[in-house]
Nanobody, 120 residues
Framework: HVQLVESGGGSVQAGGSLRLSCAASGYIRSTTSMGWFRQAPGKEREGVAAISNGGRTTYYADSVKGRFTISRGGAGNTLYLQMDSLKPEDTAMYYC??????????????WGQGTQVTVS
C-alpha cells in the first residue's frame, strides 16, 4: 500500500514562490515515477510536472516550464515542486501522484489528498 501526503500549499501574491512537498510511504522505489497534478474549479485535472528514471527524466507542462522545478529527495520517497513566478492562473488544488507515466493522470495508481495553492 502506498500513501502520499502533500504539504506546503498556501496563499501567495503573484510573482511569489511556494515549495510543495509530498511524503511517500509504502512501496515507493527511487525509480517509481512520480508527478504533480493540479485541478482548478470547473476544470479537468492536468499534469504539471513529473519525474522518472531515478530523477534523470523530467516532464513539464508548457504553462509552467521555466517557473516550476520538480525534484526528489529522501532516498526517493519525498517529492518536491518548487514554484516560482507564480501567476493567478496557477491557483488550483495540487496533487501528488505515483506509479504512472509522464503527465497522463489516468496512468497513475496512487494519489494524495491535495494541497491548495492560491495566487492573487
Amino acid at each position: 500500500h502506498v500513501q502520499l501526503v502533500e504539504s506546503g500549499g498556501g496563499s501567495v501574491q503573484a510573482g511569489g514562490s511556494l515549495r510543495l512537498s509530498c511524503a511517500a510511504s509504502g512501496y515507493i522505489r527511487s525509480t517509481t515515477s512520480m508527478g504533480w497534478f493540479r485541478q482548478a474549479p470547473g476544470k479537468e485535472r492536468e499534469g504539471v510536472a513529473a519525474i522518472s528514471n531515478g530523477g534523470r527524466t523530467t516532464y513539464y507542462a508548457d504553462s509552467v516550464k521555466g517557473r516550476f522545478t520538480i525534484s526528489r529527495g529522501g532516498a526517493g520517497n519525498t517529492l518536491y515542486l518548487q514554484m516560482d513566478s507564480l501567476k493567478p492562473e496557477d491557483t488550483a488544488m495540487y496533487y501528488c501522484a505515483a506509479g504512472g507515466l509522464g503527465l497522463t493522470a489516468g496512468t497513475y495508481n496512487y494519489w494524495g489528498q491535495g494541497t491548495q495553492v492560491t495566487v492573487s
